[in-house]
């Protein structure tokens, strides 16, 4: 425990909801000897492939699902010049520099989404990320451009008539709403081509051996611990969004802005608000056993790995949202009376 009253994770509450079930089956697993590539590993691929209506194949983490794509992209198409958001997690940029791409840090609009009118022209491949769960909503600026979805905080938000673009990669981290236990990642694909790659690299180039690989897998304990949790995803997803339309409704006077718009596509990975005050508030609330998290408090621009890349400006809008943003505890497990402690403290900083 970290000793606050409301803790950002409510991964312990969850637990006690479905402790039966993930206890079950780990007991399952652990008596049959199969921990790697078994019956959870092909039902959670299923699983997914049917909820977006594509092929689905699973790996370590989210960060070598998009390693994967990136090798993939390189190898075959041979992609050199990469845009990526200014505002993301670092592996979103890594994943495709450890390929040997050349990055362009492209700014973002108010809501972290890339700005796809200020993407350059001479651009192989645009990696578009749901930063906080809103649907990126893909515009494509010519046939050759290759597009890469990084869904780890969007993806619950995709229906079968989404657009994948060449691939969408998924993380099941513990933080995320549908999680493991552990480790897991998958990638989305409608390419039937890149589907065999992957199933061959995934597990050191067998079993021809024709190209090299490696080895990224999810156990059988991650992928059944998932699909326990999956039974629960859909209703967990529309309490998070009453929590949020709650928050939205008492917050619309304030001077912060929510980025947490769930009158569109949105996935309600995290609600973050922006404002002025963003390490007053935080401070505030932290004093009120009110645990907040700043998801992010640097743009990639500003970090000693990427300054030698193409970047925005420091008056950019992702620079600005790197210094406003706050992220507020939300998950299906909050109590009533925590969501509505929350709204009155927030807005008792602001009287």
């Known amino acids: 425990m970290n000793g606050f009253a409301i803790p950002f994770f409510g991964l312990n509450r969850q637990y006690n909801t479905v402790k039966d079930e993930i206890l079950d089956v780990t007991n399952t697993i652990l008596a049959s000897g199969q921990f790697n590539e078994g019956f959870y590993t092909r039902e959670l691929e299923k699983y997914l492939g049917e909820r977006v209506g594509a092929y689905a194949a699973i790996c370590h983490s989210g960060t070598q ?4 794509v990136a090798t993939y992209l390189r190898e075959v198409y041979g992609i050199r010049t990469v845009a990526i958001p200014n505002l993301t997690y670092p592996a979103t940029a890594n994943a495709f520099i450890l390929n040997g791409c050349s990055l362009e840090l492209v700014d973002t609009n108010e809501y972290g989404i890339i700005n796809f009118e200020k993407i350059p022209s001479n651009i192989d491949c645009i990696v578009v990320v749901g930063l906080y769960g809103k649907d990126p909503k893909i515009k494509f600026k010519k046939q050759t451009t290759h597009f890469v979805i990084d869904g780890a905080q969007h993806w619950l938000s995709l229906t079968k008539n989404s657009n994948l673009g060449f691939a969408t990669t998924v993380s099941f981290d513990p933080t995320k709403n549908l999680n493991s236990s552990g480790n897991g990642g998958a990638i989305l694909t409608t390419d039937g081509d890149f589907l065999n790659f992957i199933i061959t690299y995934r597990s050191d180039g067998k079993p021809l051996f024709k190209t090299p690989g490696t080895n990224t897998k999810m156990s059988e304990l991650d992928c059944a611990h998932v699909l326990v949790r999956s039974k629960y995803i859909d209703q967990w997803q529309i309490k998070r969004k009453i929590i949020a339309n709650y928050w939205n409704d008492q917050f ?3 001077p912060i802005k929510s980025l947490c718009d769930t009158s569109e596509n949105h996935a309600i990975q995290k609600y973050i608000i922006y404002t002025n005050e963003r390490n007053a508030l935080r401070t505030f609330l932290t004093s009120n056993n009110i645990e907040t998290k700043i998801h992010y408090d640097k743009t990639l621009s500003e970090m000693s790995a990427y300054k030698m890349y193409t970047n925005p400006s420091f008056f ?7 210094k406003g943003v706050l992220s507020l505890p939300i998950y299906p497990e909050l109590y009533d009376n925590e969501i509505e402690y929350i709204a009155e ?5 602001y009287k």
Do not use: Q
């Open 65 to 68: 699902a998009l390693e994967i």
């Open 345 to 349: 403290k927030v807005k008792e900083f």
């Open 252 to 254: 619309k006077d304030l």
């Open 316 to 322: 950019s809008t992702s620079y600005m949202l790197a």
